[in-house]
T-cell receptor, first 115, second 111 residues
Framework: AQSVTQPDIHITVSEGASLELRCNYS??????LFWYVQSPGQGLQLLLK??????LVQGIKGFEAEFKRSQSSFNLRKPSVHWSDAAEYFC?????????????FGAGTRLAVHP | DTAVSQTPKYLVTQMGNDKSIKCEQN?????MYWYKQDSKKFLKIMFS???????INETVPNRFSPKSPDKAHLNLHINSLELGDSAVYFC??????????FGPGTRLTVL
């Protein structure tokens, strides 16, 4: 069955430090992969997406992610974290058979940033 | 301009009541969705409509009934509300298999 695993429930980093959030997926074909961010009390905003092509994708707010088919991973990275990056981050995979654009989300990783 | 909007933002109600949440998108997308986010922040799709036609129904209790009067609107009606229905409900829209754009969410609290 298709699934997304985000192994880290909660991560704390210092402002200015680098960040990597892990995402592993289980999917029968080449997936579409997404990272969304949810600030407290807000909706979800797309950070970046991978459909095909270059496996290193750039997103908004200085984030990037790398698709590694051999490891079934799509980890999110940022070289220098800002206090405003504190939020919940969700990895998602889609679509599904029949062309249904259903996203399966991971459980999320909560990022805290120390000054 | 708000791309995907939901009303109300907060909804507090008693068990057994019936309530509706409305969603509108001005992106011209063909497909709209409802997701439920539980207290642990887990997001799960409930329904999807494409051009007013139901295409995904994820074994949601039939107390939940989506309605799409046109492709820019997708409403969610919930009958006989239960404590377990308390959650944040997100509406989203997309064009074909593209990225999904999410609304700000409706926090439903059932007392």
């Amino acid at each position: 069955a298709q699934s997304v695993t985000q192994p880290d429930i909660h991560i704390t980093v210092s402002e200015g430090a680098s960040l990597e959030l892990r995402c592993n997926y289980s999917y029968g074909a080449t997936p579409y992969l997404f990272w969304y961010v949810q600030s407290p009390g807000q909706g979800l905003q797309l950070l970046l997406k991978y459909f095909s092509g270059d496996t290193l994708v750039q997103g908004i707010k200085g984030f990037e992610a790398e698709f590694k088919r051999s490891q079934s991973s799509f980890n999110l990275r940022k070289p220098s974290v800002h206090w405003s990056d504190a939020a919940e981050y969700f990895c998602a995979v889609g679509p599904f058979s029949g062309g249904y654009n259903k996203l399966i989300f991971g459980a999320g990783t909560r990022l805290a940033v120390h000054p | 301009d708000t791309a995907v909007s939901q009303t109300p933002k907060y909804l507090v109600t008693q068990m057994g009541n019936d309530k509706s949440i409305k969603c509108e998108q001005n992106l011209g997308h063909d497909t709209m969705y409802w997701y439920k986010q539980d207290s642990k922040k887990f997001l799960k799709i409930m329904f999807s409509y494409n051009n007013k036609e139901l295409i995904i129904n994820e074994t949601v209790p039939n107390r939940f009934s989506p309605k799409s009067p046109d492709k820019a609107h997708l409403n969610l009606h919930i009958n006989s509300l239960e404590l377990g229905d308390s959650a944040v409900y997100f509406c989203a829209s997309s064009q074909d298999l593209g990225e999904q754009f999410f609304g700000p969410g409706t926090r439903l609290t059932v007392l």
